[in-house]
Nanobody, 124 residues
Framework: QVQLVESGGGLVQAGGSLRLSCAAP????????MAWFRQAPGKERQFVAA????????YYGDFVKGRFTISKDNGKNTVDLQLDNLKPEDTGIYYC?????????????????WGQGTQVTVAS
């Protein structure tokens, strides 16, 4: 069973920053693209960012507008998401996910391994 484990969520004031981390098996990180999604209460799961298996290509949801950065550390077997200039509407549970292949995609159905999520709360 593949385990993805997120950490780094918390409560922050608007305009603040958080760094989320996802620990994943090395064989997954070296063979698949990885992504972060989020889900706010009563809303559908939303694509945030994805990174290629090599790590050189990234892809972001339209709402990100330069505020978030996805990165990968193959030595530590982690995929990180730096969240800057946070807004109250960024509040939600953030999930790490592994794609079925190497494409950078937004559809949650393209991802077959998920972490348990980490809560991000942004106070106004």
């Amino acid at each position: 069973q593949v385990q993805l484990v997120e950490s780094g969520g918390g409560l922050v004031q608007a305009g603040g920053s958080l760094r989320l981390s996802c620990a994943a098996p090395g064989e997954i990180l070296r063979r698949r693209s990885m992504a972060w999604f989020r889900q706010a209460p009563g809303k559908e799961r939303q694509f945030v960012a994805a990174i290629s298996w090599i790590g050189g290509r990234t892809y972001y949801g339209d709402f990100v507008k330069g505020r978030f950065t996805i990165s990968k550390d193959n030595g530590k077997n982690t995929v990180d998401l730096q969240l800057d200039n946070l807004k109250p509407e960024d509040t939600g549970i953030y999930y790490c996910a592994a794609n079925r292949g190497v494409a950078l995609t937004e559809d949650p159905l393209d991802y077959n391994y998920w972490g348990q999520g980490t809560q991000v709360t942004v106070a106004s």
